[in-house]
């Protein structure tokens, strides 16, 4: 059992991920957690994705002014994650940012086309719905065909993805335990030309 806080509240339900008295500790248990994140077809669950979210951002916070040690992070729901940190709790819910279209594309990429064809996130951008035939029309190309984006485009049509992520999760928010803090952890992974 971790003894890292002295008190047990209602806010720490759940599986307890980790817990660290120190920076060094926890980086140190954090490289033993499998974050790995199979592929869409390959058994990707929500769970893989969140996991690998806290652990990236908690290696971010590891010697910030945020983590005051000892810490306790429990896997939980609603939200996903809870760290206790001397006598303060931060509820951390993970979502992620993207557009169903290309994440549909891109599991199709995966069950149809070869592993050297192109990906083409240029076809696919914040609103644009396209049918299966289209997607599949996409995979069979040898050569990119999309406009591209110009300018900041690239910049606002990933932001309408991340607002679209917000909004989702405001609507839900009655749903959740409030803690001393709330944060949202958003996982942006949206059709970009860099991706």
Known sequence: MCAVMNTVNTHEKGD???CAFD?????SKLSTIDISVPARTEGRTTEHTERYCMCRLLS???ESDYLTYPVRVIK???????????????GIEVTEATSKDYSAYLALHEREAPDDHL??????????????????KYISKSCLSADGWVGDSIERDCLLYIKDAISAKCNKLAEYDTFDENWLLIYENTPRVCT
Do not use: M, N, V, W
């Open 23 to 27: 920076c060094q500790e926890l980086i």
């Open 76 to 90: 939980r729901e609603k939200p996903d994650f809870s760290i206790s940190s001397s006598g303060r709790a931060i």
């Open 60 to 62: 971010t916070l590891a």
């Open 119 to 136: 990906i083409e996130p240029g076809l696919f951008y914040h609103g644009k719905i396209t049918t299966l035939e289209e997607k599949r």
């Open 16 to 18: 307890i991920l980790l």
